[in-house]
């Protein structure tokens, strides 16, 4: 008869039931919102990063070039004046030996002792042709790094011997290379590409370089190739580094993921390197074994579908 009512319970319950659906409701906005605000952030981390990189490298190559310049082109005019020089001091020596007294002879004689004369002839140039290599060196390092960065060109979509591009990158982590790994080099032939090309050197710099850290004490290998595919063209980086475990393969595109110690990897390479082909409309896949080594595949439309090109290239500037 006097049964409890029953209504409030069950307010109860539909009240529990909307509570946490509002809660289960919230959590997704939050998680919804966090998800961007990662996005955001690696977006912010990837164009500064990408940004002070090409500034620096496109400021440093701009203000050696100048400098370049006249050292190489007033070498050229010492060589000459040089090689004037020692042809004059020949007709001296030639002529010294007819005009001169015996004491002027002797002097002469103790001063060529002195000087090392003969060695200085053989020496100088030695030291022209050994300085000479070195500038035209410092003039080619100049070049790749302004090249590498392109900020002194339009940092817009162009189109571009993607070759040329890793070349140049290449070029400028050789001394990260040099040590560790025999480069070797199988280009295809491509057509001029559509893209971002310092930011797709940006992409092939971090997996020349991943591809380098893999490898152990060992010397290894590391192949970069390159070719077409219909309408798409791609470039391979491989190495006879350490491999990736099956478990890891999932996460190496997350942001700040890394298997390296701390100050040495940042985990942030390939996840900007799948932004900017992302934004290429393009691909990068993976292809490991471990112990045997790693091959990531770049795949990059050779032109850009109409409209996508639109979309941020203003990332460098
Ligand atoms: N070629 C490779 N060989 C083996 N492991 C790799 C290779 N490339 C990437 N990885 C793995 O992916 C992780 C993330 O790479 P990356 O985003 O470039 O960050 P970082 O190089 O700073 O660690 C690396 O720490 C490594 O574990
Ligand atoms: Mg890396």
Redesign the pocket.
């Known amino acids: 008869m006097n049964q409890p009512p029953r209504r409030p319970q069950t307010d109860l319950r539909n009240d529990q039931g909307t509570l946490e659906e509002l809660i289960a409701q919230r959590t997704a906005e939050l998680n919804l919102l966090n998800a961007k605000l990662s996005k955001a952030q690696e977006h912010l981390i990837q164009s500064e990063k990408l940004a002070s990189i090409g500034q620096l490298a496109a400021g440093v190559a701009h203000e050696i070039n100048n400098p370049i310049g006249y050292i190489f082109s007033n070498f050229g005019t010492l060589e000459n004046y040089l090689t004037d020089l020692f042809r004059m001091l020949d007709a001296y020596e030639a002529a010294e030996s007819a005009h001169c007294n015996a004491q002027t002879l002797a002097e002469l004689q103790a001063l060529r002792a002195e000087v090392e004369l003969d060695f200085l002839k053989e020496d100088i140039p030695t030291l022209m042709r050994e300085s000479k290599e070195g500038i035209v060196r410092v003039r080619k390092i100049v070049q790749d790094l302004k090249d590498f960065s392109r900020v002194d060109l339009n940092p817009d979509w162009q189109f571009v011997d993607l070759n040329q591009g890793i070349d140049s990158t290449l070029n400028v982590v050789n001394n990260e290379l040099k040590y560790k790994a025999d480069v070797v080099k199988a280009y295809g032939d491509l057509p001029a590409v559509q893209c971002l090309p310092s930011q797709i050197n940006q992409v092939v710099m971090?997996l020349v370089l991943?591809?380098a850290?893999?490898i152990g004490p060992e010397r290894g290998k590391i192949t970069v190739s390159s070719g077409q595919a219909g309408d798409t063209v791609w470039i391979d980086v491989s190495?006879t580094?350490?491999?990736?475990p099956p478990d890891?393969v999932p996460r190496?595109f997350d942001p700040f993921?890394?298997?390296?110690p701390i100050g040495k990897?940042?985990?942030?390479?390939?996840?900007l390197s799948y932004g900017i082909i992302q934004k290429h409309q393009g691909s990068i896949t993976v292809q490991?074994e471990v112990g045997k080594g790693?091959t990531?595949r770049v795949t990059l439309p050779i032109t850009q579908p109409a409209g996508a090109q639109a979309s941020d290239g203003t990332m460098t500037q």
């Open positions: 971090n991943n591809a850290h893999a190495d580094g350490s491999g990736i890891v190496i993921f890394t298997t390296k990897g940042t985990g942030l390479g390939l996840s490991t790693t990531m």
